[in-house]
């Protein structure tokens, strides 16, 4: 039977060939996303490298971190796997609203994005991306969990993007509960903690955007009262969110980032403040060995990574100057 100990040997291991920062520093120093590409040559990342175009980057990226949780499940105790599987589950749900939102016009490479769906939706790829429209894409989910609700959704005039959020990490959270006692406490601290400042970046962008959107909260609560955050959703703007949420576990957290939002009026700050605060958080759970957070702060640590080679490849498609592509990256 696998324990913990081999789990946390194992990631060890894994945690070996995370690219390191002095590496990172190199990348952003390159003139072009062929460049970029080629230095990626040199990394772990080489094997899923299929050409040297910011699709052909961003397909890699995503394939090995598919791999990365395959690694996870296989390597987890048994009685972590329902709650890890949970975990990863919201990569599927991310990929979903990747592609409703281009159904409205966004933009990006929605392909590379499938390499997050599940078995059951593998076979639906096809017809997914040629959907024309939000309610073609939900019909084609007909018969699976996800068409269920998010026809549901579709028919009650909800916000298809934060439902699956909601959906989510009520489902997460339901999982995260039920785990061992010896397991229970230090991952519902994780959970709870990013299920809360997820839920004031909602608060936030409500206020921010003027938004109608009926419930932006994911139903869960932590650290962050319930009553609170109702509260702050009836605030007049984000200024007075904040204010509200200054007498709460994470007040520090937003009133440092409030003062740089006076001067540009962009959540990006917000945003910036709560990355930093759950890496370091994520990044203490790594010495945490009696519990699951060896392998969530890994986790962790590998979506930043990800992220931020994406960001440095966005960058330098896009002329974007190092200084503007070090704020988009995560530290």
């Given at each position: 039977?696998?324990?913990?100990?081999?789990?946390?040997?194992?990631?060890?291991?894994?945690?070996?060939?995370?690219?390191?920062?002095?590496?990172?520093?190199?990348?952003?120093?390159?003139?072009?996303?062929?460049?970029?590409?080629?230095?990626?040559?040199?990394?772990?990342?080489?094997?899923?490298?299929?050409?040297?175009?910011?699709?052909?980057?961003?397909?890699a990226l995503f394939r090995d971190w598919v791999k990365t949780h395959e690694q996870i499940l296989r390597i987890v105790p048994s009685k972590l796997g329902d709650f890890f599987r949970a975990r990863i589950s919201g990569y599927e749900a991310g990929a979903l609203k990747f592609l409703i939102n281009s159904?409205?016009?966004?933009?990006?490479?929605?392909?590379?994005?499938?390499?997050?769906?599940?078995?059951?939706?593998?076979?639906?790829?096809?017809?997914?991306?040629?959907?024309?429209?939000?309610?073609?894409?939900?019909?084609?989910?007909?018969?699976?969990?996800?068409?269920?609700?998010?026809?549901?959704?579709?028919?009650?005039?909800?916000?298809?993007?934060?439902?699956?959020?909601?959906?989510?990490?009520?489902?997460?959270?339901?999982?995260?509960?039920?785990?061992?006692?010896?397991?229970?406490?230090?991952?519902?601290?994780?959970?709870?903690?990013?299920?809360?400042?997820?839920?004031?970046?909602?608060?936030?962008?409500?206020?921010?955007?003027?938004?109608?959107?009926?419930?932006?909260?994911?139903?869960?609560?932590?650290?962050?009262?319930?009553?609170?955050?109702?509260?702050?959703?009836?605030?007049?703007?984000?200024?007075?969110?904040?204010?509200?949420?200054?007498?709460?576990?994470?007040?520090?957290?937003?009133?440092?980032?409030?003062?740089?939002?006076?001067?540009?009026?962009?959540?990006?700050?917000?945003?910036?403040?709560?990355?930093?605060?759950?890496?370091?958080?994520?990044?203490?759970?790594?010495?945490?060995?009696?519990?699951?957070?060896?392998?969530?702060?890994?986790?962790?640590?590998?979506?930043?990574?990800?992220?931020?080679?994406?960001?440095?490849?966005?960058?330098?498609?896009?002329?974007?100057?190092?200084?503007?592509?070090?704020?988009?990256?995560?530290?």
């Amino acid at each position: 039977m696998v324990g913990l100990e081999y789990t946390n040997a194992r990631i060890r291991g894994m945690k070996s060939f995370l690219i390191k920062e002095n590496e990172l520093k190199v990348a952003l120093e390159l003139k072009s996303t062929a460049d970029f590409a080629i230095w990626l040559d040199n990394t772990p990342y080489k094997s899923g490298m299929e050409g040297k175009s910011i699709s052909d980057i961003e397909a890699a990226l995503f394939r090995d971190w598919v791999k990365t949780h395959e690694q996870i499940l296989r390597i987890v105790p048994s009685k972590l796997g329902d709650f890890f599987r949970a975990r990863i589950s919201g990569y599927e749900a991310g990929a979903l609203k990747f592609l409703i939102n281009s159904k409205s016009g966004g933009s990006g490479n929605v392909e590379a994005y499938a390499v997050f769906f599940s078995r059951r939706l593998k076979p639906l790829v096809k017809r997914l991306l040629e959907a024309e429209s939000i309610e073609a894409m939900v019909d084609v989910l007909e018969g699976t969990d996800y068409g269920k609700h998010l026809k549901k959704w579709l028919d009650e005039g909800k916000e298809l993007t934060t439902e699956l959020d909601r959906h989510h990490f009520r489902s997460l959270w339901s999982v995260t509960v039920k785990l061992p006692n010896k397991y229970r406490s230090a991952t519902k601290m994780l959970v709870g903690k990013e299920i809360d400042l997820l839920n004031i970046m909602n608060i936030l962008r409500v206020k921010a955007q003027h938004s109608d959107v009926e419930d932006p909260l994911i139903p869960v609560f932590y650290r962050l009262r319930k009553a609170l955050a109702r509260e702050c959703l009836n605030a007049a703007d984000v200024k007075g969110a904040v204010s509200l949420l200054g007498t709460s576990t994470y007040g520090r957290i937003v009133e440092e980032a409030a003062q740089k939002y006076d001067q540009t009026k962009s959540l990006f700050h917000f945003e910036q403040a709560v990355r930093k605060y759950l890496m370091q958080m994520y990044r203490r759970a790594l010495y945490d060995v009696f519990t699951p957070g060896v392998a969530l702060g890994y986790m962790k640590l590998k979506e930043a990574e990800i992220t931020n080679l994406k960001s440095i490849a966005f960058g330098l498609e896009n002329g974007i100057p190092k200084s503007g592509i070090e704020e988009m990256m995560i530290s």
